[in-house]
């Protein structure tokens, strides 16, 4: 059996928040533009209406995360503290 070292299970939490980071990012900026720029709501009633969802997916708020935060993890990684 493995013994587990504490840069193993650094190496994980960093991954983990490395994740999780821009997906947290992009859900708070797109709650922030949407207190200002609200979904106006249609007023049609029908069939062709029922698939057209206006809400906001949870793809695009990890893009609009991924977006934010990728200039600021290629800064991190070219200073070195993503161990090169």
Not at 20 to 35: D, H, N, S
């Amino acid at each position: 059996m493995r013994k587990v070292s504490p840069e193993s299970i650094g190496a994980v939490i960093i991954l983990i928040v490395l994740i999780a980071l821009p997906i947290g990012v992009g859900i708070a900026v797109t709650k922030l533009f949407r207190q200002v720029k609200p979904i106006e709501e249609e007023e049609v009633v029908g069939l062709a209406s029922v698939g057209n969802s206006t809400g906001d997916g949870f793809f695009k708020m990890a893009v609009i995360g991924w977006l934010i935060c990728a200039p600021i993890y290629y800064w991190a990684y070219t200073q070195g503290y993503f161990g090169q």
